[in-house]
């Protein structure tokens, strides 16, 4: 079964400072997509950046990137230069055609708290 | 472009009722899926609607229901509320079953006393 695991409840960084989130996966699907989802205090998530299976290189998105090794099925997000609009709370999830086809696993999220 | 609407932001319910939840897809979406957050849990997909289909669906039980309307619009519909039901309700749109990039909503917090 596919499971997402985020190990972290709660991370605290400093202003400016760059910052990892750790995610791990389980499937058994060679085909998969993996995300990552920001949830500020108001409820709306906002998709941040997406990794396919496949795909060889890391992907990155502005201050963002995707730590992938397909190996250790991990898939750690790292924000650099953090600033103070970026705490909240942070998910991880894949996507896969053993989930059904048509929906999206999430992880239990890590909250950030970025210090002035 | 407007996102994904959703109506209404709150709501108060007693055991027992039943609860439809609104949500209006992204311009051009024509799939819209629904998920249940528990307080400091991450989301549970509930099912997917495809061009007024439901084409996927997670582990809830069939008094959790829904519809897609001609518009791409989508109502879930909860019966005999439970106390556990209590949680935020978010709506994502995207076109078809795309493999990155939903649009969500900001959600409905439903609240069962």
């Known amino acids: 079964a596919q499971k997402i695991t985020q190990t972290q409840p709660g991370m605290f960084v400093q202003e400016k400072e760059a910052v990892t989130l750790d995610c791990t996966y389980d499937?058994?699907?060679?085909?998969?997509?993996l995300f990552w989802y920001k949830q500020p205090s108001s409820g709306e998530m906002i998709f941040l950046i997406y990794?396919?299976?496949?795909?060889?290189q890391n992907a990155t998105e502005g201050r963002y990137s995707l730590n992938f090794q397909k190996a250790r099925k991990s898939a750690n997000l790292v924000i650099s230069a953090s600033q103070l609009g970026d705490s909240a709370m942070y998910f991880c999830?894949?996507?896969?055609?053993?989930?059904?086809?048509?929906?999206?696993?999430f992880g239990a999220g890590t909250r950030l708290f970025v210090k002035a | 472009e407007t996102g994904v609407t959703q109506s209404p932001t709150h709501l108060i319910k007693t055991r027992g009722q039943q609860v439809t939840l609104r949500c209006s897809s992204q311009?051009?979406?024509?799939?819209v899926s629904w998920y249940q957050q528990a307080l400091g849990q991450g989301p549970q997909f509930i099912f997917q609607?495809?061009?007024?289909?439901?084409?996927g669906r997670g582990n809830f039980p069939p008094r959790f229901s829904g519809l897609q309307f001609p518009n791409y619009s989508s109502e879930l519909n909860v019966n005999a509320l439970e106390l556990d039901d209590s949680a935020l309700y978010l709506c994502?749109?995207?076109?078809?079953?795309?493999?990155?990039?939903?649009?969500f909503g900001s959600g409905t917090r439903l609240t069962v006393v």
């Open positions: 994502a749109s995207s076109w078809g079953d795309r493999a990155y990039g939903y649009t």
């Open positions: 499937t058994s699907d060679p085909s998969y997509g």
């Open positions: 990794q396919g299976s496949y795909d060889q």
């Open positions: 999830a894949m996507r896969g055609p053993n989930t059904g086809g048509f929906k999206t696993i």
């Open positions: 311009s051009g979406h024509n799939t």
């Open positions: 609607y495809y061009r007024e289909e439901e084409n």
